[in-house]
């Protein structure tokens, strides 16, 4: 199996109107459209996937100011830095060659450069390089390195600019030791109970706490030992920042959780039974989804609820609404208090770990298309009607499938999701998103 790459990580840092969100869009190209059925992420999106020379990693916008005053843009560009220099393995500090070298890039350079992270200075905006070379030479002065030119609206020089991002990765970093133990992650809002959880789960397993301070994964992880069997906790809860601003906030501990579930096999979405689930618990669990990650979501404080026969059964309800794109996740209701169901939080993590590496074999695999096929008819187009010739299973973490078909236009998304729930009534798969990938086969 070798080693485990993590994925490296990209944060972009500069004033307002640098053009970060055109750099993003560049890069990012087409990858935004597929995030329709999850909400919240498209809007504010806060990370992309960017494959570059089949490197692939997670590039991260790291605030949104949009405030009047100097100082408060100092401020908040200082709150970006410090968020990009916790989590970031290159940063990406990007300035205005029309504005030309402002005060507040200079005292943010100097915090950058004492991190003494890699850091690439992008000029951005050098429409063309003839004309605007002398004022990009203005940026020497920050004391960052050489200016890296490019124009995010136009593409240009930007394929320099991911080469020397590229440099900038250290492979040995990247590498995680050989590990074979499930990692989980524990995310959710602020004061759900994470902590709580985590320590009642751990108990007197604990077996040691790998916290090194100011790494990248700055995600706390404790190893656990439970009925022989070993894991890694991954806890975001963490690093309570002194803040005034409630939405840096809220964006920091996103992009934290981006990197705690980066690294899982398995989330463990944690609601507050009194709260319900809130959009900021839809945009976390879309995280996971997208990632194809296993995932279970725990309401905690369940002692807290004044319960008759149908409470649980509405709360379901609820979470399932809310969360549609996920029908796949397993729901438990616990108290990290009292400790009830705490201990059969660990059968479901043990379920949904061997349901998100589930291999099943191509036979078995094409007898269950052929019989869906057959009960339903596959949908047809001026004439001509979609066949489905094989299918089969080319990979886990989570379970991704390839569907061979004369016609991929004709392969609608629910006749997908019919053949997904066929799948799903023969295997379970409870807790795991499954891919499938659509192959056309020309007619013989």
């Known amino acids: 199996m070798g080693k485990k790459k993590r994925k490296p990580v990209v944060a972009v840092v500069g004033r307002p109107n640098v053009g970060k969100s055109t750099l993003f869009n560049a890069l990012a190209g087409e990858m935004i459209s597929i995030v329709k059925d999850t909400p919240g ?121 991911l080469d020397q991002v590229l440099d900038h990765f250290n492979q040995e970093d990247l590498e995680e030791e050989e590990d074979e133990r499930p990692r989980i992650a524990i995310v959710g809002k602020p004061n759900v109970g994470k902590s709580s959880i985590i320590n009642k789960l751990i108990g007197e397993n604990r077996v040691i706490v790998s916290d090194i301070a100011g790494t990248t994964r700055d995600a706390i992880d404790t190893e656990v030992v439970h009925n022989q069997k070993e894991y890694v906790f991954i806890d975001t809860a963490g690093l309570r920042r002194k803040n005034k601003i409630k939405e840096e906030l809220e964006r920091y501990m996103i992009v934290r959780t981006v990197m705690a579930v980066e690294r899982a096999d398995v989330v463990v979405l944690v609601i507050d039974a009194d709260e319900g689930v809130t959009e900021q618990d839809a945009k976390i669990a879309g995280i996971a989804h997208e990632r194809g990650k296993g995932v279970i979501i725990a309401v905690n404080k369940w002692d807290l609820i004044e319960k008759d026969d149908k409470t649980i059964y509405r709360f379901t309800e609820k979470v399932r609404n809310v969360l549609s794109y996920m029908p796949y996740a397993e729901l438990i209701f616990i108290s990290a208090k009292t400790g009830q169901r705490l201990p059969k939080l660990y059968d479901l993590i043990d379920t949904v770990i061997e349901n998100h590496a589930l291999r099943i074999g191509t036979g078995v695999l094409n007898e269950i298309m052929t019989e869906a096929v057959a009960l339903q008819q596959p949908p047809s187009d001026k004439g001509k009607r979609l066949r489905l010739y094989y299918i089969t299973q080319v990979s886990v973490k989570p379970p991704t499938f390839v569907i061979f078909v004369n016609d991929k236009e004709l392969m609608h998304f629910s006749y997908t999701r019919y053949i997904e729930n066929r799948i799903r009534e023969a295997f379970g798969f409870r807790g795991t998103p499954l891919k499938f990938i659509i192959r056309e086969r020309k007619e013989k």
Do not use: C
């Open 41 to 161: 992420i498209t809007r504010d999106r806060i990370y992309a996937d960017v494959t570059w020379l089949n490197t692939s990693f997670t590039l991260i916008d790291t605030g949104g100011i949009e405030p009047d005053s100097k100082d408060i843009i100092l401020s908040q560009m200082r709150e970006q830095a410090q968020i990009a220099i916790d989590t970031a393995d290159v940063i990406l500090f990007m300035v205005d060659v029309k504005q030309g070298l402002v005060d507040a890039d200079a005292k943010v350079a100097d915090m950058l450069r004492r991190s003494h992270k890699p850091v690439l200075l992008i000029v951005n905006k050098v429409d063309d390089f003839n004309k605007f070379m002398a004022d990009v030479y203005e940026f020497y002065n920050l004391g960052i390195g050489d200016p890296v030119p490019i124009s995010a609206a136009n593409r240009l020089g930007i394929g320099d600019m």
